[in-house]
């Protein structure tokens, strides 16, 4: 047997073992997303006071839980799709590629083991000196150096292809944000490493760790990695958009130097969680927080700006040209993969970003540190945001790699929109009881066995509802797709070699492949004549300049409440 | 002619910038300086900073300066805990252990003071309710805050960082006696002086 495949519906040749490894990890990412999943169930119903499901110290192991399980895997399964399925490559390692599997889940064994036997109630930072088990940092040792192969992996498959000329020229977009992806998940997980090899070390009595320095170097490890999700995700949105409506992009240029931007700059993120700690001054706090003078915020706008830029102009070139927004009523919307996309730009960017940088803003972050508004604004971008993007991609995934329709694809089609609505509604719901200092990471709010009871206004139980509201329907939109995934893969319709090709047929495939966008021709251009005042591409003109009164408002909003306080400094 | 994120570009990709693309990145970049000036600017002009007095301190010995200041200014307990008045412009000292926030503190509106904040075992979270005031609190280092209370009232200090299964345990009092309190509070100490001077018993005598 030939050690590739032929993908009948794109034409790449696709290497056997890239296939392996991609559907393992994605696997494994699935049950990982199952337990997490289950975990924030428990988690939601318990911080819904009308409801107070667990005991306090249940509370606290489940939060550590549902953060450590959450979308470990999928990068991993990322990083394989874009380096040795777009590139036509082979991988060169395979025993490598299997190691480094093997290491990352009995790392997350030893953790789960750890965290289920309350051996580590530390929450996902672990800060020092709160002390969980040796496993447990043991365990994320283990994983860390089974991604970081991954990682190398990942470039030694990018040496090969290019070595063996399996591809014309530079790599394309997509790869290109998922080798800046793969880049910043290396100095990601050498930060893992310097943190959790000496507070292993503390764990077993032989050394001292400062608790500031680990707080600075465990958020070089903890912030830095959900920006491997940026890159990630935003790669995704260029995939999507190719995938679903044959999207463009405007200018490589742009899009490749803010890929680079992230590298450079988003890092520095570490800062944004020690805003309000004793152990760095102003200085530092101001040049970090802002990733050299916002240099990272500004590639994420030019994204923001150049994905659905490209969606629109991919759609009018192929004769959605009707006012400022005709292409976007032409978008398909039931194709999960297109809506996916949509949800995930607009909740990152609206939700997840604006609050990101607002609450990253040195004097800001004292009315946002730890209070409820921190979990609300990475739910948006994480969750909202790459989660997301991961569902979306997934809808094609099952088709492209496991080569099965979707199961159940009404359920499908409407899953993102359940699931968007619903952490739209949770995210904001959360953000906004932050405002009034509602604590994240807490029990019970109510104060009820406390010395003193400070109580919140009613208006914060009502928002707390709203909250629980939003979260239970994103579970069921959560659900729903680990529901569709598993079936999929494991029972679902096989699609025949041959009736595959460019617009297979298959109720259980989406638009995408079915009638995949047609190829652009020279004269699509001339087709579309000379742009008006707003330019090629009208409609985004106008949706990022009402994304950026948003952004100002918000950022406003939130120093006239800061200047409210009593004075401090 | 353009290509999407999943086929190789063209050979040469350098390419010149539509008008309206190098719009919106200025604008975005304009956007970007706004930002960074502003926390710099409200260092100069603003009125809350995190800036503090930053300094590294033995958890034994914050919490000899805790109990110094404590045996100082105690006016009575609360709770068991100890209620403690240090006068205006004077550093107070609030310790965080699990699961407690010591002592209680009574400030004067419009007083200035510098609050030390420091944890003797893990890190914990100071939070100041209804008002959304936050710091970290980490254990080796001590934050001084110069703080100036602006409304009076009772003021709640939660934990908001996970410092334990009690965490939620973990609740102080910050009390802000109003001006005009202040005022009354100084009339009264003041015609009790005078009384006990004259061996009268007039109002407050009874102290």
Request: proline share 5%.
């Amino acid at each position: 047997m030939s050690p590739f495949r032929s993908c009948p519906t794109t034409g790449l040749q696709v290497h056997r073992t890239a296939d392996q490894l991609i559907k393992a990890n994605a696997i494994v990412a699935t049950v990982a997303l199952l337990v997490g999943g289950v975990a924030a169930l428990l988690v939601l119903l318990t911080r819904w006071e009308a409801v107070l499901l667990l005991e306090a110290e249940m509370f606290y192991r489940m939060l550590t839980v549902h953060g450590m399980n959450m979308l470990i895997f999928f990068e991993m399964a990322v990083l394989y799709f874009a380096s040795a399925v777009l590139l036509n490559c082979r991988v060169p390692a395979p025993s490598t590629g299997w190691i480094a599997f093997v290491l990352m889940v009995v790392g997350t064994l030893m953790v789960e083991w750890t965290m289920w036997t309350g051996r580590a109630d530390v929450l996902f930072t672990s800060y020092v000196p709160l002390r969980a088990h040796p496993l447990f940092y043991l365990g994320v040792i283990l994983f860390a150096v089974g991604a970081l192969t991954v990682v190398g992996h990942f470039f030694a498959i990018l040496v090969v292809a290019r070595r063996e000329k399996t591809y014309e020229g530079s790599v394309p977009l997509v790869t290109y944000g998922a080798i800046t992806a793969a880049a910043i998940a290396a100095v990601t997980l050498l930060h893992g490493a310097i943190i959790y090899i000496p507070t292993f070390l503390w764990s077993l009595d032989m050394m001292n760790v400062d608790a500031q320095m680990y707080r600075l170097i465990w958020w070089g490890l903890g912030h830095s990695s959900q920006q491997i999700n940026v890159a990630a995700m935003v790669s995704i949105w260029y995939l999507l958009g190719a995938l679903t409506v044959g999207a463009v992009v405007l200018n490589e240029k742009v899009s490749r130097t803010a890929f680079v931007l992230y590298v450079l700059f988003i890092s520095m993120a570490s800062a944004h969680h020690l805003l309000v700690d004793p152990g760095m001054g102003p200085a530092w706090k101001v040049w970090n927080t802002s990733y050299f003078m916002y240099m990272a915020v500004l590639a994420s706008m030019i994204h923001g700006f150049t994905v659905p830029a490209g969606t629109e102009l991919g759609m009018r070139l192929r004769g959605a040209t009707q006012g400022l927004f005709g292409w976007l009523k032409r978008a398909p919307w039931g194709d999960p993969g297109f809506s996916s996309l949509a949800f995930s730009i607009v909740v990152f960017g609206f939700v997840g970003g604006i609050t990101g940088v607002t609450f990253g803003t040195e004097q800001i972050n004292i009315i946002a540190h730890n209070t409820l508004r921190i979990p609300g604004h990475f739910h948006a971008t994480v969750v909202s945001g790459t989660a997301m993007a991961f569902m979306g991609i997934t809808y094609y995934v099952i088709p492209l790699i496991f080569r099965r329709e979707i199961a159940f694809y009404r359920l499908a089609k409407i899953q993102p929109y359940l699931f968007a609505i619903g952490m739209l509604i949770f995210s904001m719901a959360m953000t906004f009881a932050g405002t009034f200092g509602v604590p994240r990471r807490h029990w019970d709010i109510g104060f009820s066995q406390a010395l003193f009871q400070p109580g919140f206004s009613p208006t914060v139980n009502l928002i707390i509802g709203v909250m629980a509201v939003g979260g239970l329907i994103a579970i069921v939109g959560g659900a729903i797709y680990i529901v569709v995934t598993v079936v999929s893969v494991f029972f679902g319709r096989k699609m025949a070699a041959d009736d595959s090709g460019l617009g297979a047929t298959g109720r259980g495939l989406p638009p995408g492949i079915t009638n995949p966008p047609r190829a652009l021709k020279p004269e699509d251009k001339e087709a579309l004549g000379p742009s008006g005042r707003l330019g090629p591409v009208p409609g985004t003109m106008v949706l990022v300049l009402i994304f950026l009164a948003a952004f100002i408002l918000y950022y406003f909003v939130n120093w006239m409440l800061l200047s409210f306080l009593w004075e401090v400094g | 002619m353009y290509r999407t994120g999943i086929e190789p570009p063209e050979r040469i990709w350098w390419k010149k910038v539509g008008k309206h693309e190098k719009v919106w990145v200025w604008i975005a970049f304009a956007w970007c300086m706004v930002l960074f000036a502003m926390m710099p600017l409200w260092h100069v002009r603003g009125g809350q900073n995190p800036s503090g007095i930053r300094h590294r301190v033995e958890p034994a010995d914050f919490q000899a300066r805790v109990l110094e200041f404590v045996q100082e200014y105690q006016v009575g307990t609360d709770n068991g805990l100890p209620v403690v008045e240090p006068p205006p412009g004077s550093d107070v000292y609030l310790q965080a252990s699990q699961f407690a926030w010591i002592p209680v503190v009574r400030l004067r509106q419009g007083a200035e003071y510098t609050l030390h904040l420091s944890s003797l075992d893990v890190n914990h979270g100071f939070g100041l309710l209804p008002l959304n005031i936050n710091f970290q609190v980490v254990p080796g280092y001590d934050y001084g805050l110069r703080i100036v209370p602006n409304e009076a009232g009772e003021f709640h200090v939660m934990c908001n960082e996970f410092c334990g299964i009690g965490h939620h345990l973990m609740v102080g009092k910050i009390i802000v006696v109003g001006a005009d309190e202040v005022a009354d509070a100084d009339t009264v100490a003041a015609g009790a002086t005078n009384a006990a001077a004259d061996g009268d018993t007039g109002p407050g005598g009874d102290r």
